[in-house]
């Protein structure tokens, strides 16, 4: 069965997550049912996502990305800064 990964084995012979993922709801044995949003305006990426919240984010530069989750910084675009020597 490919609906909840029944019978599908990862690289070690181990049964794989047990789920379904489907374009707005993803439901898992473990993490519960989880409902999602996206929308993009004016090159802002907004993500809404009833266990994980909210999020904002932008790529201003190539390989660099800005968000706010929940109200933190993402620390993506510190990560690139740091890897180009900024």
Do not use: C
Not at 43 to 66: E, H, I
């Amino acid at each position: 069965m490919r609906f909840l990964n029944l019978g599908k084995k990862d690289e070690y012979g181990r049964q794989r997550r047990i789920e379904h993922r489907g374009r707005y709801l993803r439901a898992s044995r473990t993490g519960g049912v989880a409902l999602r949003a996206q929308a993009k305006a004016a090159g802002v990426n907004f993500t809404a996502n009833t266990s994980r919240g909210f999020r904002v984010g932008t790529t201003p530069l190539k390989n660099t990305q800005v968000a706010f989750q929940n109200g933190r910084f993402d620390e993506g675009f510190a990560k690139a800064l740091r890897w180009y020597g900024g």
